[in-house]
């Protein structure tokens, strides 16, 4: 059975930043068979730090879209560590909507600080890169499932997680901001972020809590971090469960269902004076 | 004569020296300073460069929709605090009675020159307009109206992104909204954003990018990132223009920049372009 994670929220924080834990490109090959990846968004060129691609999980042809953290200095300057340009998250709606067509599920991997902020990122729309996103994977017509493999950093994260289903990795987090920039805005002393880790609730049982996350996959029965090879398997086991149940449903059911999924999530009072 | 001119100058010096007991407004594009009054009186538009400067949702709804159309909608909407974060509760409360505001979007339905519409307005006075759940839950339901309805959606946006204070719940706002603009997309309406001073963060990149035409006001701020924050990652200052409704212009982000004398005349304009006829001043049934 499950484990209970007894790390806080800002162990956690340390953990996913380790230059050892492990990314997508550990999981790829031992997660899929036939991998072959696709580049570029056919306009403005490659992001390095979003990954897509097409191969089978356990036989079944599906696309693969993944954000992209290196574990050297190398990879992450290819990757830009993680943070995406527009044309990363306009290549990922170009082979979702390529797998749409093909009726391969779509299976996306989340591990970004956030999404890149600059001067070309501006220039070429990032806000309007995640927003096209977020409404066109809500209403793509084959299954969905997203993963938070470390960091899940606020709307580069979301730009990825329009999902039928959310798996949280157990130590993975998901938040609307860094916790060193909550440190700055609430204390105006971003080096408060341990603080703000605990405050922010951005933990995968946080997510359960809070309805947006409807799994928390084990990372390791020992309980030694970023054990791979533990990680992979469960990885697999979880999505080869997932993808065939949401492929066996109908596809306008699956699509209220996903509509509603988000539709529901919002704390507010209501009186009718 | 020296005695005249003498005049003249003590008088157009102290004409040009700014009296410290009439309220002045700093233009933030330009630094011209204009008193308050005066700014009223030009409707909120700096006499210098044009920046069109921040309404209240009850001025911009005032300048927008036909006199007395105007019909709230979802107005008893408050924030729960799901973080029990601290200080946001009192922070709410004290805005709710400085404002007048349950929080930072008024929805409702209204004509323009007759033609009905739903009307979303935010109000920058309330936290930056950032969106939480209110304001989520209330853009999200204007847009669902208008789908069953058949009616089209003119937002304006103010924000300064999703609301920090309700964390993970805010950020999922971004999907939530940009979900019913799909909706709205799918039951074949036009849906008008008009970013307004400053439409930026997770407002950015969601449903105020997703409009069928987009139009901004003059000079405005619209962008993802804070100007700060991309000073910070790349160590350099960026130029005065940077992110302003010009600078969207020119990069495709915006399909018209639209003063604000102009504006209620444009949305009408482009609503009866789309089908949305004035109808006749008495309801049927």
């Known amino acids: 059975m499950e484990r209970t994670n007894t790390r806080s929220a800002w162990e956690r924080q340390l953990l996913i930043r380790d230059k050892n834990r492990p990314t997508i490109r550990d999981y790829l090959p031992l997660v899929f068979e036939d991998f072959y990846e696709l580049h570029g968004d056919r306009g403005v060129g490659d992001d390095g730090a979003i990954l897509g691609g097409i191969g089978r999980l356990d036989g079944v042809p599906v696309t693969i879209i993944a954000e992209v953290k290196g574990r050297n200095i190398q990879e992450n300057k290819a990757s830009n560590f993680a943070m995406p340009h527009p044309e990363g998250y306009r290549k990922a709606l170009r082979l979702v909507r390529q797998a749409e067509k093909f009726h391969r599920p779509v299976i996306c991997f989340i591990d ?16 309007e890169a995640i927003a096209r996103n977020l409404a066109e994977f809500m209403s793509l017509r084959t299954p969905v499932v997203s993963i938070v493999l470390g960091e899940g950093g606020s709307g580069g994260a979301l730009a990825l997680g329009v999902c039928d289903a959310l798996a949280m990795l157990e130590n993975a987090l998901y938040s609307v901001i860094s916790p060193r920039g909550a440190a700055s805005i609430l204390w105006k002393d971003a080096s408060r972020e341990q603080e703000a880790c605990e405050v922010m609730r951005i933990t995968a049982e946080d997510m359960v809590d809070f309805g947006i996350a409807e ?16 990680i992979a398997e469960n990885l697999k086991e979880y999505l080869v469960k997932t993808i065939s149940e949401k492929s066996e449903k109908d596809i306008d059911l699956l699509l209220k269902e996903r509509y509603t999924k988000f539709r529901k999530i919002g704390v507010y009072t209501e009186t009718h004076r | 004569m020296l005695e005249d001119l003498f005049k003249t100058v003590t008088k157009r010096f102290n004409g040009d020296e700014p009296d410290p007991a009439v309220p002045m407004f700093k233009c933030p594009r330009c630094g ?5 009054q005066k700014m009223a009186e030009l409707g909120k538009i700096c006499p210098n460069c044009e920046y069109h400067a ?14 007395d159309s105007f019909k709230e909608l979802d107005a008893n909407l408050c924030s729960a605090d799901p973080l029990e974060f601290p200080g946001y509760a009192e922070k709410v409360t004290e805005l709710q009675q400085k404002t007048g505001l349950n929080d930072a979007v008024v929805t409702g339905l209204c004509t323009i020159k007759g033609s009905r519409t739903v009307l979303i307005v935010m109000d920058s006075r309330f936290m930056m307009a950032s969106m939480g759940s209110v304001v989520g839950e209330k853009i999200t339901r204007a847009f669902e109206y208008a789908a069953e309805n058949k009616l089209p959606v003119v937002a304006f946006t103010a924000s300064g992104g999703a609301r920090m204070q309700e964390g993970i719940i805010s950020l999922m706002q971004m999907a939530k909204t940009s979900a019913a603009v799909q909706k709205h997309n799918e039951a074949g309406q036009l849906y008008i954003t008009v970013l307004t001073d400053p439409t930026t963060g997770g407002v950015t990149a969601s449903f105020a990018s997703l409009g069928d035409i987009i139009l901004a006001e003059p000079k405005v701020l619209i962008g993802f990132a804070g100007r700060r924050v991309i000073e910070g990652t790349i160590k350099q200052h960026l130029p005065d223009d940077f992110q302003l409704a010009e600078f969207q212009l020119e990069h495709g982000y915006v399909d018209m920049i639209v003063r604000r004398k102009k ?8 609503l009866k372009l789309h089908g949305y006829t004035a109808e006749p001043l008495k309801e049927e049934c």
């Open chain 2, 54 to 67: 921040r309404l209240t949702a009850a001025e911009r709804i005032a300048i927008t929709a036909d006199t």
């Open chain 2, 263 to 270: 504006m209620r005349s444009t949305l009408s304009h482009l």
């Open chain 1, 112 to 127: 970004t600080p956030g999404a890149f902020c600059g001067i070309e990122a501006e220039q070429r729309g990032q806000g």
């Open chain 1, 215 to 230: 799994a928390i996959i084990s990372e390791s029965d020992t309980g030694v971090s970023n054990d791979l090879d533990k």
């Open chain 2, 32 to 36: 011209t300073s204009t008193p308050q």
